[in-house]
């Protein structure tokens, strides 16, 4: 149970810094988790137990409709697979082609580029190579999942539950009491990932923006992913004129961007080679 505290303590204070709701107290001993999906139910009762002061009922209704996935649970648990191998066969892997339609993207939409290198200070490159390891362009839909049902899940889990995933959910929970998206209706990446540049829940509420007047949209608007992606990056420490190479402070905000040592590395490599 120590160990359980001082991750809620972890996972509390994370939140506090994203502007989200802290987590209650309680959660580490109530919000129990499970490596199968036998206690899914009781689970959720719990939930909405504990936090029916906190979101509207319609809100946590949500969670009623959710089912424990045994799909995200094997896809999280392959998902080490991804990064096995050599920096240089990654590398390949990863950035066959993206430069030169990352180049394009920069001059369509050089307009927002340029607005978000003025207010947040992140070049070009650097957006143009998430946005293509990530989805290439918003073209890669895979096989989307239902987010609110992944990151329940995940969040259920035992393996990363309250180091990250609980977190996610009271994240999750937060958009669809604000109404900005019903994430039980909308569709992401296994892990929950909402839009083209896969944001998790937290960073949505931490960045997301409207870049283009038509409303946050961060799934179909490209000019809000570039400008939502850019404020990310401002907001966790990227320092305007610096250098991204491995080693710098800004690569140490790249390091938060995403845990595997393979995919830092590829990101300052390919924004270099955008940038040409």
Same mark, same amino acid.
């Given at each position: 149970?120590?160990f359980?505290?001082?991750?809620?303590?972890?996972?509390?204070?994370?939140l506090?810094?994203?502007?989200?709701?802290?987590?209650?107290?309680?959660d580490?001993?109530?919000a129990?988790c499970h490596?199968d999906g036998?206690?899914? /139910?009781?689970?959720?009762?719990?939930?909405? #137990?504990e936090?029916?002061?906190?979101f509207?009922r319609?809100?946590l209704?949500k969670?009623?409709?959710v089912?424990?996935?045994t799909k995200?649970?094997?896809?999280?648990?392959g998902?080490?697979?991804?990064?096995?191998? &050599?920096?240089?066969?990654?590398?390949?892997?990863?950035?066959?082609?993206? *430069?030169?339609?990352?180049?394009?993207?920069?001059?369509?939409?050089?307009?927002?580029?340029?607005k978000?290198?003025?207010?947040? +200070?992140?070049?070009p490159?650097?957006?143009?190579a998430?946005?293509? @390891?990530?989805? *290439?362009?918003? &073209?890669y839909?895979?096989?989307?999942l239902?987010? @609110?049902?992944s990151?329940?899940?995940?969040?259920?889990d035992c393996r990363? #539950?309250?180091? @990250?995933?609980?977190?996610e959910?009271?994240?999750?929970? &937060?958009?669809i009491?604000r109404?900005?998206?019903?994430?039980h209706?909308?569709r992401?990446a296994?892990?929950g990932?909402?839009?083209?540049?896969q944001?998790?829940?937290?960073?949505?509420?931490q960045a997301?923006v409207d870049? /283009?007047?038509g +409303?946050? /949209?961060v799934?179909?608007?490209?000019?809000?992913?570039?400008?939502?992606?850019a404020?990310?990056?401002?907001v966790?420490?990227?320092?305007?004129? +610096? /250098?991204?190479?491995?080693?710098?402070s800004?690569?140490?905000?790249?390091?938060?961007?995403?845990?595997?040592t393979?995919?830092q590395?590829t990101?300052?490599? @390919?924004?270099?080679?955008?940038r040409?």
């Amino acid at each position: 149970m120590q160990f359980k505290r001082a991750m809620l303590v972890l996972a509390t204070a994370g939140l506090m810094l994203a502007g989200l709701p802290a987590l209650k107290s309680i959660d580490a001993e109530a919000a129990f988790c499970h490596n199968d999906g036998s206690r899914f /139910d009781e689970w959720r009762r719990v939930i909405k #137990s504990e936090y029916k002061g906190q979101f509207k009922r319609s809100t946590l209704s949500k969670l009623d409709k959710v089912k424990y996935s045994t799909k995200v649970i094997r896809l999280d648990r392959g998902n080490k697979k991804s990064f096995k191998g &050599t920096f240089e066969s990654f590398y390949k892997r990863r950035s066959n082609g993206v *430069a030169p339609i990352a180049r394009r993207k920069i001059k369509q939409y050089k307009q927002y580029f340029d607005k978000a290198e003025r207010q947040y +200070g992140v070049p070009p490159e650097l957006i143009a190579a998430i946005w293509g @390891l990530e989805t *290439a362009f918003g &073209t890669y839909k895979g096989k989307p999942l239902p987010i @609110l049902e992944s990151v329940a899940t995940l969040a259920y889990d035992c393996r990363r #539950s309250e180091s @990250l995933f609980f977190p996610e959910l009271i994240a999750a929970l &937060t958009i669809i009491d604000r109404g900005d998206i019903d994430l039980h209706k909308a569709r992401g990446a296994w892990a929950g990932e909402i839009g083209q540049t896969q944001f998790l829940a937290s960073r949505y509420l931490q960045a997301a923006v409207d870049y /283009d007047g038509g +409303g946050v /949209d961060v799934f179909n608007s490209a000019p809000d992913v570039i400008g939502s992606t850019a404020k990310w990056f401002a907001v966790n420490g990227w320092k305007r004129g +610096g /250098d991204y190479s491995e080693g710098s402070s800004n690569y140490r905000v790249i390091m938060q961007w995403n845990r595997a040592t393979l995919y830092q590395k590829t990101i300052p490599k @390919l924004a270099k080679e955008i940038r040409g």
